[in-house]
């Protein structure tokens, strides 16, 4: 199946040397209801012969230069290397992923968490990291900044499709754990109903990423819950939701 037809969302932060970088939707593949078509998520319960025929799928017609390494997410703030013998000692526990090794694949699988690609400058160095809001407050993105060999200015990063500011309602607890630390964070909530309220992971994002010197930020401004057609989405669809995988890597000289 073609990319087109499988509705692949590319960084709009134009050219990157070697470095590549999409998200999948639920659009193509196989499977079916709830988890139709496209789904890429193990920890689903899913028919294991539809996961693996996509998983193939995409690697064919994304012509990936080899299976991604995947991790078993946790929502926290670990950030693994990847490289040649990913996987060969088990699958990590980790939130990110970061290679400097050319055709080493990293991803991450969401499904109204924020996804969020760190590139090098040159193509040096490229990670991955699976933002949702614990992993956010906790610190994934400084973690991933920190442990790439480039320095924060010279990185960018694009933020790829996550639950928007009109669905993400969360409670006062989840507020608290970014305006602690940040006062200024408070902005990118609203008032919701009650003692609820509604968050805005872009903007959350951004305003860690630029506090560690990362100014190239593109990317944001989609919503996983209410574009139904086209991604997979937790909280609107609850234990049915699938998956949908963020992959960036190297390209070979």
């Not at 230069?65 to 991790?71: F, G, S």
């Not at 990293?106 to 760190?118: F, R």
């Not at 993105?141 to 500011?165: C, D, H, K, M």
């Not at 992971?201 to 819950?225: E, K, M, N, P, Q």
Request: hydrophobic content about 45%.
């Amino acid at each position: 199946m073609s990319e087109a037809r499988q509705g692949i969302l590319r960084p709009d932060w134009g050219a990157v040397g070697p470095v590549a970088a999409l998200t999948t939707t639920r659009i193509g593949g196989t499977g079916s209801s709830p988890f139709a078509t496209l789904n890429l998520g193990s920890r689903t319960a899913d028919q294991p012969r539809a996961l693996a025929a996509n998983r193939q799928r995409i690697r064919r017609a994304l012509g990936l230069p080899a299976d991604p390494c995947w991790l078993r997410q946790v929502h926290g703030d670990r950030v693994v290397r990847a490289d040649a013998d990913h996987g060969k000692q088990g699958i990590p526990e980790a939130d990110a992923a970061w290679t400097s090794v050319p055709g080493v694949v990293c991803a991450v699988l969401t499904a109204d968490c924020l996804p969020v690609v760190v590139a090098g400058p040159d193509g040096g160095c490229v990670a991955v990291a699976h933002a949702g809001w614990r992993s956010l407050a906790g610190g994934i993105l400084e973690n991933t900044v920190a442990a790439l060999p480039s320095p924060a200015p010279q990185l960018r990063a694009w933020l790829g499709p996550a639950i928007g500011p009109a669905a993400f309602e969360v409670g006062p607890e989840v507020r608290s754990a970014f305006v602690e630390r940040d006062a200024g964070a408070a902005v990118a909530f609203r008032r919701g109903r009650g003692d609820r309220w509604l968050g805005n992971l872009y903007v959350l994002a951004r305003r860690r990423l630029r506090a560690l010197g990362v100014a190239d930020i593109s990317g944001g401004g989609r919503c996983t819950v209410t574009e139904r057609d086209r991604f997979f989405s937790h909280r609107r669809d609850g234990a049915g939701a699938g998956r949908m995988a963020t992959l960036a890597w190297l390209r070979s000289a």
